[in-house]
């Protein structure tokens, strides 16, 4: 049987945001304004008896966002997983990845972040001189 497996891990963490462009209707976002942002973190794993310890996982990113409460300036929940994205990739590289980060547990965005051999049919799709 050939499939991913992905361990996941979720935290919490209080933060301070503004969104300077935000549209009519909404227009108090132009504004600081605090959030409890949830983030969801999936990553892959390779074989089935975690060699990714996911408390040991949770915590090392949990560490990340140990100096109070977060102060984001106009960071979006995208621009965040972004953020986190990089650090995880280069601590463990070679894994697909996804990260969920929502505020107040209620809108949010999802990331995914392949891997490089998920990605190179995409980018050679349509060109037969490519390899």
Not at 106 to 125: Q, V
């Amino acid at each position: 049987m050939i499939n991913k497996k992905f361990i996941f891990v979720t935290f919490q963490k209080e933060g301070i945001h503004c969104y300077p462009d935000a549209p009519e209707g909404v227009e108090f976002l132009r504004n600081d304004h605090r959030h409890m942002f949830h983030f969801r973190v999936e990553l892959e794993v390779w074989h089935d008896d975690r060699d990714v310890e996911f408390i040991l996982f949770k915590r090392e990113l949990e560490a990340l966002y140990s100096g109070g409460i977060l102060e984001l300036d106009y960071q979006s929940c995208e621009m965040m997983a972004n953020d986190l994205a990089s650090y995880i990739q280069e601590t463990y590289p070679g894994r697909a990845l996804k990260i969920e980060v929502s505020e107040d547990g209620e809108n949010g965005a999802i990331s995914y972040y392949p891997t490089d051999e998920e990605l190179m049919p995409r980018l050679y799709e349509g060109h037969d001189d490519a390899w």
